[in-house]
């Protein structure tokens, strides 16, 4: 290992360990708000949290060396936060359905994952190699949950599918599958997808044999807002293609015609579907039937008002009162026992993690590495714009989950394997900086040496 690999395992290493002590202090607040006296399983809490860091972390030192050193504790400190939150809202419920053990568990269950995707993705580009296999495999995840005898409906939105014992939701692998596919696609056709062989008025449009395949995004993401009742994981899709059609092309066209193309189809959508009319209404005007459809929006904005600037403290609060609170509400009731000092350190969390992302992105020099990590990042940030925007009414309210901080063991896996993805890219980036510099370095010898 170089001086500057251990130097970055070392500085990750050290940012992990804040991040975990800052989350005990936290555990220790919610302890002490029930009981003047620390819990007895504070030592076990720490030492299981500080083991599982510190799995992943000699994963990333051992298969990725060269990797950002701040990807990984800053889901540490997310995970961290979402965990104490969930453990606070089960304190209001009987013990059979608490889901904090749930959580752990799945937590492992995304680190193995984590660990697994580092060892078998050696080069990144190999997946490009598979775009067709990805595809499809990525259209059969989106299509599984509307398969008689698997797919599962519940809250009134049909994402999950029963897979033996377990309930599982196959949109959160889609994602990362359809995002390897496009991201392959754009790398193979940006050339013609940026010129364009057709012109329309002031417009050139690339062929259409070229341009059906960016169509699928359009037809997935209606798919997924008319037969799945889902809107949130409709807008995450087509946003997240888009975004990487945007930047492969560098053309704002493409922004805009997909822009009015989703308007058109939700505004179809609302004339024709009535949950999404309803969802849309709850949007607009929640206090109108907020006894029903909009008892939740309001009671998460009750949350935000009674936290103020500094929260009631952990265990303080009533944000069990809100329906899901564990799930879609977790910033709501973040909000209320943090405050906005809280939800703004949850914010910054998620600016530095996707701004991480993104700068692996630009750093990349090989075009299909730089639209991947691109993709990738644009899935975190369209994932926590969609929920924090719906839970504080900015947007109208959807059913995803906020990355790392919400109860969900299929998105905190799929969240996983995208977070070594990028340390995969990342690690990738290094090596080939360090190769071209060692290259420079040779050829200024070379030119010494000459007479």
Not at 18 to 23: E, P, Q, R, S, W
Not at 102 to 120: E, K, N, P, R, S
Request: cysteine-free.
């Amino acid at each position: 290992m170089s001086a500057i690999s251990g130097r970055r395992r070392t500085e990750e290493l050290g940012l992990g360990v804040l991040a975990i002590v800052i989350v005990a202090f936290g555990y220790v607040l919610l302890a002490l708000s029930k009981a003047p006296e620390l819990p007895p399983g504070l030592w076990g809490f720490m030492g299981a949290i500080l083991g599982l860091f510190v799995i992943a972390h000699l994963a990333v030192r051992r298969y990725a060396p060269r990797a950002d050193a701040t990807l990984l504790p800053l889901v540490a400190l997310l995970l961290g936060i979402g965990f104490v939150t969930i453990s606070r809202l089960d304190l209001a419920v009987r013990a059979s359905k608490r889901v904090a053990p749930t959580q752990a568990l799945w937590t492992a269950v995304g680190i193995v994952a984590f660990i697994a995707t580092l060892m078998l993705v050696r080069n990144v580009r190999t997946l490009a190699r598979y775009r067709y296999t990805f595809l499809l495999l990525g259209v059969v995840a989106l299509l599984l949950p509307l398969v008689p005898g698997i797919g599962v409906e519940i809250n009134n939105a049909r994402l999950w599918a029963r897979i033996g014992p377990l309930t599982v939701q196959p949109g959160e692998a889609a994602k990362v599958l359809l995002v390897i596919f496009f991201a392959a696609y754009l790398v193979e056709k940006r050339e013609l997808l940026s010129s364009g062989s057709r012109r329309l008025g002031r417009m050139h449009l690339p062929d259409p044999k070229h341009l059906g395949p960016l169509l699928l995004p359009w037809v997935v993401a209606i798919m997924i807002m008319v037969l799945q009742k889902d809107l949130g994981s409709s807008l995450l899709f087509f946003a997240v293609f888009v975004a990487m059609l945007y930047i492969a092309t560098d053309r704002s066209a493409y922004l805009a015609v997909g822009t009015v193309m989703f308007g058109a189809a939700v505004v179809i959508a609302y004339k024709t579907f009535g949950h999404v009319q309803e969802r849309i209404d709850t949007w607009i005007n929640p206090w109108a039937d907020r006894q029903v459809k909009g008892y939740q929006l309001v009671q998460s904005l009750y949350g935000f008002g009674s936290g103020g600037f500094q929260g009631t403290g952990l265990g303080l609060g009533r944000p069990d009162v809100i329906p899901v609170a564990t799930t879609d509400f977790i910033f709501a009731a973040i909000g209320e026992e943090l405050g906005l000092l809280g939800t703004v350190a949850v914010v910054i969390g998620f600016m530095l993690l996707v701004g991480s992302a993104y700068r692996i992105a630009i750093q990349a020099q090989r075009p299909f590495s730089k639209l991947f990590a691109a993709g990738l990042a644009t899935i975190i940030g369209v994932q926590t714009f969609v929920i924090i925007g719906g839970v504080t009414r900015l947007i109208p309210l959807t059913g995803v989950t906020l990355p790392f901080v919400s109860y969900g063991g299929s998105s905190l896996v799929a969240n996983f394997v995208i977070l070594a993805l990028l340390l995969r890219i990342s690690d990738e980036n290094a090596a080939d900086a360090a190769a071209e510099a060692e290259q420079e370095a040779r050829r200024i010898a070379v030119e010494a040496a000459l007479p």
